[in-house]
């Protein structure tokens, strides 16, 4: 039996699958930027590496917070693609807004874990937050809408 090249494998997959693939690359480079983000603590005098990793503590709060964030994000997108029936324009256009507002995420993140006291990096980490779920609720009305007319586009 001839074994399918990964072209011919991605051929045999709909559009519908190929589109929920392309959210979860876009969710797994994300999340690997976000680690990248987090620098070594430079300029630790000998024996002040404790102190400098504590001082650091925004920065792991602010990291596992969006962890945990997009984590949800993307089960609660996984769990909308079960009940999706068609790749529409619509779904294809909501769906990159919404991967649009989870690309904010590792600089909101950076912002608020280097800026934890400042009121101008908590607006916009909430707003990014904010903007991402308003955004998620849109690809859910176009797949919703697929469930009571599945037959539309």
Not at 37 to 46: K, L, N, S, T
Not at 146 to 153: F, K, W
Request: hydrophobic share 50%; glycine share 8%; charged share 15%.
């Amino acid at each position: 039996m001839k074994e399918l090249t990964s072209q011919e494998q991605l051929g045999k997959l709909g559009p519908l699958a190929r589109l929920d693939l392309f959210t979860d690359a876009v969710f797994a480079i994300i999340i690997t930027l976000l680690a990248i983000e987090i620098d070594v603590p430079h300029g630790a005098e000998e024996g002040g590496l404790a102190g400098a990793l504590l001082h650091m503590f925004p920065i792991f709060a602010a990291h596992i917070i969006s962890f945990t964030v997009l984590a949800l994000q993307w089960i609660d997108h996984h769990s909308m693609f079960q009940s999706a029936h068609k790749c529409t324009r619509a779904l294809i256009g909501s769906n990159m807004l919404f991967c649009l507002t989870l690309t904010t995420i590792p600089f909101l993140t950076k912002l608020i874990g280097y800026f934890p006291d400042s009121k101008t990096a908590v607006v916009l980490y909430s707003l990014g937050i904010l903007t991402m779920t308003f955004a998620k609720e849109g690809v859910w009305q176009v797949i919703s809408r697929q469930s009571i007319s599945p037959g539309r586009g």
